[in-house]
């Protein structure tokens, strides 16, 4: 029998919500370990050896252990989803497709709506910060809409780990990219509807 | 005879460095294309076509198109590099490292990086900026300093395509990183030695 793969959170709805989702779209036995912050859990020595930087997710699969929620997807994709979850290497053009669409959507997505909570006080900040996020959001608008007004996922070959990693993380962008553009709406109620979505908890 | 690569970016030493540095590893040729910005050959409809984000790199690989640095590492070092700039599939613990160390380079290293170069005025947002800085070098530490203390390359393995992206990024936080740190001042002044980054002018 295969050893359950453990995975270490702080909630449902952390960083872990992407790994969650992809390991019950493959189904794919898995244990969550809920670390309370408040009570040292990420500062444990035990802990500190999976992950150095006392972060979460990490992700125990036998001897491989690995942190950062979108290599860990990436991981799980390639291991337990070739061809499928992830293009195979040898795919070149989807697997091209695959990569930028997982990477854009940790460096250029949500690198930047991490940027768009950015603690304000005054009301001149909150003016320059709203006009920061209308005018980003307006530049994902330009990579993503093309694409979703004409397909259901963001790959041509169907849905992926990268449509995993796209859907949890747009939602930080909710009010300038998805309310008022039809086909991230509509890419988002697919994406919700998920049965592997609704029982990883994800939104 | 192989259609030469093109990598379209703004200068030699923007994000468009590591891509040209892993051509040169490989001995892939290639063609830069510097695009003039103010020029407004970024937001050209040909080039829009290319990126729609109007934002370099962008590499063109006969008829495989993509953008997002690390993303065309990835893919440069899958096509050109399997098994040696990049681990294989199968070999999973290998595999699983290489793409923790891509991604993290991307969504803890260079997006935390990018903001500490927020701009700042007031003498109180310096000092701020200053603590925070310092704070999460430390952070980078925790995760850098272990390994590169014990190997010369941040996989077991030997060179790959994350030490280019790491070397390239951890310039950026120099003086909270890399000063007075000799795990992280050898390991960049081994990167700076390679020829194919003197090649590419990265540093």
Redesign the interface.
Known sequence: MQKKIDLYCMAYQDRSDRVRWLLEELKIPYQDHFLKKAAGEMDSPAYRQLN???RTPTLVDG??V???S??IC??IA??YG?GSFAPK?ED??A???Y??W???S???L??VI??MFTHVSTEEEKKVTHAFNKQQAE?FK??LN?ILSKQDYILASGFSAADIMLATIIPGAEEFLVKGNPPLEAYMARMMKREAAVRAKVF
């Open positions: 150095p930087m006392g001897d491989i690995l942190f950062e979108a290599a990436m991981y390639d291991t070739y290497i070149r053009q697997r091209a497709d990569t930028k997982m990477i854009w940790v460096g250029s949500e690198c991490a940027r530049i330009l990579a093309p």
